[in-house]
RNA sequence: GGAGGGAUGGCCGAGCGGACGAAGGCGGUGGUCUUGAAAACCACUGUGGCAGCAAUGUCACCGGGGGUUCGAAUCCCUCUCCCUCCGCCA
């Protein structure tokens, strides 16, 4: 959510960073006329009310020295003043519901760096990083190499649960296993984040928080009877860990990381990448939420940034860093850097990770504040996550990079003594 | 799942239709006293919206939402959360 204050002095700006964005749909100009009308009501309702407060303590005070008369009279202006506040605030109701779901429905603009560009073709490689492997044979597929190994099972994953699920078996549930547990042993031990264990399950009002709602419920799985939805990624539980909170003085930067499941619709990809285990309706992720001072946002972007292309390094991944251009951009991110893996096996670039800063847009959704200083009033604090990374993408690449003639799989050094001292996998 | 009891300022806790943004206490800040500190005493001590250059004014907030009333922390409805007992359960 964007500072109405901020909108209100910027419409030419902010009319930019919405065609910039392609969201031209975004409801701004709707927004700044619903808070112009609010205002004026407000400001008729509140001299309304200043009117019946006095008003009515006179009526208690007429009663007490016995002038029932004028107290009666009194009273019966005061009844009407009384109407007059109900109707306004009938329509302040409205006025009001409307602003906040306009406010809720505009995207987060973007940084001045962003590459401007109308859709995904606009992404920049900003770095490459490592050589593609090359083969004295024909590569393999990850779905193919998984089912010889007998370590991904797609079909007894599509009967029990239908299409877009799978079951990882033997070496490939414990090498998935070891990249998470891998994955958060250096976040926690090296780069200074804390584990956090939360709900796979949240309210709506959690959703909102994060901006996955009201916009985005299409994508998203929930109860049918209750107020729970599914996350799909624990960036939504971690960020509104504390939401609603003022974060004391000397607490920032706060750094959490959390391995968990994370549910997706895939509506929208329908019929895209329905093979393998690239795009599925669960998937292990562990993501690293930072809470920060608005001052360090970028810099904290680069390092957050770092902390997942580190991973792909150590695992001897080939990697590139796009800059997502504007209209690639989610509806929260101010900034988006994705790490995309290389899988030699379907030639493919693999998105394993996003890194965002969000400004203090889901902080002013969520009302996650700071206090600078003691004493100090509080401030929207900056917000931003990215994956450190996102699985069985990760168990892709492996597979198909580290495949060798016989069918084998070689395990990346850092794994294995995760996987029990497991060097090869056949 | 059944039966009860709760939710008030940073914390504890009173209030049950007007004098309540809310007693009292604790904590915090400033001051007096003191060589210094403690104690004692005095004062101050919530957040947000709107209007205004500002001083300031005004409105809202006693878990959330709605209602009754001239007037609600106080009465009614509803939701959420917490606690106790019973049942069930990894």
Do not use: C, M, Q, T
């Given at each position: 959510m964007l500072d109405i204050k901020w909108m209100r002095e910027n419409r030419e700006a902010l009319a930019k960073a919405m065609r910039d964005l392609n969201a031209?749909?975004?409801?701004w100009e709707r927004a700044l006329a619903l808070d112009e009308e609010r205002r004026a009501l407000m400001t008729q309702v509140e001299a309304l009310r200043a009117e019946r407060n006095t008003g009515s303590k006179q009526v208690g005070q007429l009663f007490k020295e016995k002038k029932a008369d004028e107290a009666n009279a009194l009273k019966e202006r005061m009844s009407q003043i009384g109407n007059e506040i109900g109707e306004i605030d009938e329509r302040l109701r409205v006025v009001d519901a409307e602003f906040s779901d306009a406010m809720l429905r505009i995207p987060n603009p973007p940084e001045p760096d962003v590459p401007v560009a109308l859709?995904?073709?606009?992404?920049?490689?900003v770095k490459e990083w490592g050589a593609k492997p090359t083969f004295d044979f024909e590569p393999q597929a990850h779905w193919d190499i998984g089912e010889k190994l007998d370590i991904i099972d797609i079909e007894r994953g599509t009967k029990i649960s239908g299409s877009r699920f799978y079951v990882l078996k033997k070496a490939g549930a414990r090498l998935q296993r070891a990249l998470s547990n891998w994955f958060l042993d250096v976040h926690i031990s090296e780069h200074g984040y804390e584990e956090i264990y939360p709900p796979f399950m949240v309210r709506e009002q959690t959703m909102v928080g994060t901006g996955n709602l009201p916009k985005f419920g299409d994508v998203l799985y929930r109860d049918a009877e209750e107020d729970y939805w599914l996350i799909p990624t624990a960036e939504v539980p971690v960020t509104n860990l504390y939401r609603d909170e003022i974060i004391e003085p000397g607490r920032l930067p706060i750094y959490h990381v959390a391995a968990t499941p994370c549910f997706r619709r895939e509506k929208v990809s329908a019929?895209?990448?329905?093979?393998?285990?690239?795009?599925?309706?669960q998937f292990q992720k562990v993501e690293m939420v930072k809470f920060v001072e608005p001052a360090t946002g970028r810099d904290e972007l680069e390092s957050l940034t770092r902390n997942a292309e580190e991973l792909c390094e150590r695992l001897g991944l080939p990697y590139r860093r796009l800059a997502i251009a504007t209209g690639d951009?989610?509806?929260?991110?101010?900034i988006k850097y994705d790490i995309e893996v290389w899988a030699a096996g379907c030639g493919e670039w693999l998105e394993v990770s996003s890194c965002s800063l969000f400004r203090d847009f889901q902080a002013r959704r969520a009302n996650i504040r700071y206090r600078p200083e003691e004493g100090a009033r509080p401030d929207y604090v900056y917000t931003l996550n990215g994956s450190g990374l996102a699985l069985p993408r990760i168990i892709i690449a492996i597979l198909e990079n580290y495949q060798q003639a016989d069918g084998s799989v070689v395990v990346p050094e850092v794994l294995r003594p995760y996987m029990g001292g497991l060097a090869v996998i056949r």
């Open positions: 031209e749909d975004a409801p859709d995904e073709s606009g992404n920049v490689p019929g895209r990448d329905v093979r393998g285990i690239k795009r599925v309706h951009l989610s509806f929260v991110a101010a």
